[in-house]
Nanobody, 123 residues
């Protein structure tokens, strides 16, 4: 069982940066691949990025590649999403999630979810 709590969202101007954090409970955090998803108003939940168990592999959606960086600190049971050069299209609720799979880019592949944190980018 893993419980996830996101933080770090807020209102930011376009072009600026934010760093999201996701704190996990449970001693098995390091055994999960962690992902970030986002849901914009009126749209479905979309994959943003993932990082595998030890942090050796990362995957990004094309829309954020080169601007966002996912990382994790297994000693702190925390995964991060550094978001740079933010655009109004990045406005969404951001969720972190955990999966037993090595890779996964769909909601159905993730077992545990946080409650989400709102990111609003003003133009």
């Amino acid at each position: 069982q893993v419980q996830l709590v996101e933080s770090g969202g807020g209102l930011v101007q376009a072009g600026n940066s934010l760093r999201l954090s996701c704190a996990a409970s449970g001693r098995t955090f390091s055994s999960y691949t962690m992902g970030w998803f986002r849901q914009a108003p009126g749209k479905g939940r979309m994959f943003v990025a993932l990082i595998t168990w030890g942090g050796a592999n990362t995957v990004y959606a094309d829309s954020v590649k080169g601007r966002f960086t996912i990382s994790r600190d297994n000693a702190k049971n925390t995964v991060y999403l550094q978001m740079n050069s933010l655009k109004s299209d990045d406005t969404a609720i951001y969720y972190c999630a955990a999966t037993d799979l090595r890779f996964g880019a769909t909601e159905e592949q993730y077992r545990y979810w946080g409650q989400g944190t709102q990111v609003t980018v003003s133009s």
